[in-house]
């Protein structure tokens, strides 16, 4: 019962946290990037704990790869968008344990309707291709790799070969958006 607190506990922090975030990113983009350059190479540093920060928050992270890469170049921001996505997987898998634990998910998982306590969470074609779907795809396959008990191996390096992809592509683009504009 005492470990039932402590997770639900850490769920509420991790909501409040969720809606300030959300506030404050939808209200202050411009601020953010300006900062971010402004610190020179912390500015690197301070993006990956901004993925670790959106990771709890429903907010996708794509925009975030794309200003890197318009910032810091196609090769730096990639590797920064890529530490960023790892940090950001690393932690929506532990909230995906964490809502695991709280809610019983092994009894519940039987119950649920159109098969889906057997999709193939495990799989690697659900852990990496998951991924690619837009805006959504990381944080589902996340928390469900957490709730559904992959491997935290088989986990992390799906998830960093299908972020390294998605961050060189995204941030590429950024890096091409700011050269045509």
Known sequence: MKDDKKSLIWFLIGFVISVACIYYV?????????????????????SVVLYGVLSVTPIPTDPITVINGALFGPVVGSLVSWM???LAAYIEYHIGMGIRNITN????????????GKLPVNSFGFLFFGRFV??????VVSL???MYKVSI??????????NLIGSILFALGGW??????
């Open 26 to 46: 939808a209200h202050n983009t411009e601020v953010i990037s300006k900062f971010i350059t402004s610190v020179g190479i912390f500015g690197s540093l301070l």
């Open 84 to 86: 960023g996505n790892n």
């Open 105 to 116: 998910f092994d009894h519940a998982r039987k119950k649920l309707p159109f098969g889906l």
């Open 134 to 139: 837009p805006q959504v795809g990381s944080k």
């Open 144 to 146: 469900m790799g957490g």
């Open 153 to 162: 191996k088989k986990y992390m390096w799906t998830a960093a070969l299908s």
């Open 176 to 181: 091409s958006l700011l050269k045509v504009l």
